[in-house]
């Protein structure tokens, strides 16, 4: 997408779909003239769809203009939340060749207003992390500006992909777990709230890498929204949220060596952790 500028074909849940595709000459250029393509057909899988058993299947779409083939799925089509590859093919003519066909990609999302991450424990984590993206303002619904370039719409269900990355780091910890999304212990705030930063600092990085491609303009007189520097900003928030997950992480499992309520410290007689002037001065005193 040319500077990032053109946003992916996006609807709400249950909206028609008006998918345009263009045909352009081998010198991805010229737009084919409409007069030597003979037809269009397009081809819409949906997101729970096998390749070869698409929804709509080789429908008849409507040669508009030089190049230019348009469709309309029906409401009824985008009825699932998720990408929906769709493709255009043309059957057409290059004034030496007769019959030719070419499949052109049109893809588009389909996302649910109200932003359900769906019927999961992990739920909770999921919305306190976006509590802390959703503010942000340079997106048409709020929230980080990939939520309207990307090629896949980053939301609450993008956030919760990112959940067995944080799994692995809360199990690698020492001492060792073997949490599941579903063992985790949900019903503990702190254990909710461990993992909603786990989830801020993972989606962080994925802004971070997703914002690497950002394009120099060189010699264009055009105005333009400059966001190259958007990685480097999001850097400085990733090095503030970073420490605090460690933090938290750290003290969060030492709670499985069950000393929080004991009456000595990890490090007195039971331990090495303490100065060694302080494990001289209280040796003598049982604790």
């Known amino acids: 997408m040319a500077f990032g500028y053109e946003r992916v074909g996006r609807i709400f849940l249950n909206n028609s ?18 007069a030597s393509i003979s037809g269009v057909k397009f081809t819409v899988l949906k997101p729970t769809d096998e390749p070869d058993t698409p929804t709509v299947l080789d429908d008849d779409g409507d040669v508009v203009a030089d190049g230019a083939g348009q469709y309309v799925v029906s409401a009824a089509v985008n009825d699932t939340e998720g990408e929906y590859r769709a493709f255009a093919t043309f059957t057409y003519d290059d004034g030496t060749l007769t019959g030719l066909t ?25 919305d306190m992390a976006w509590l802390k993206l959703e503010d942000c303002f340079d997106s048409e619904f709020g929230g980080p500006w990939l939520r309207d370039m990307t090629l896949r719409v980053f939301d609450k269900t993008k956030i919760r992909e990112l959940a067995p990355s944080v799994m692995l780091q809360i199990n690698s910890q020492m001492p060792f777990t073997d949490y599941t999304i579903d063992g985790y212990p949900w019903a503990s705030g702190d254990s909710t709230a461990l993992f909603g930063q786990g989830l801020l600092v993972e989606a962080i990085r994925h802004l971070i890498r997703s914002y690497t491609e950002q394009p120099d303009i060189v010699s264009s007189p055009v105005a333009f929204m400059d966001r190259k520097r ?27 060596y069950d000393l929080t309520h004991a009456s000595l410290l990890l490090g007195s007689k039971a331990g090495r952790m303490l100065p060694a002037p302080l494990r001289s001065r209280n040796v003598g005193r049982g604790y």
Request: no cysteine; glycine share 2%; proline share 7%.
């Open 102 to 126: 070419k499949s052109v990609p049109v893809f588009y999302d389909v996302i649910d207003v109200f932003e359900r991450a769906g019927e999961s424990p992990l739920d909770p984590a999921v």
């Open 230 to 256: 958007y990685a480097d900003a999001w850097k400085a928030v990733l090095d503030i949220e970073t420490p605090l997950w460690e933090r938290w992480l750290t003290r969060y499992k030492l709670r499985s």
């Open 17 to 34: 779909m008006v998918l345009n595709a263009y045909l352009y000459t081998t010198d991805d250029q010229t737009l084919v003239p409409q």
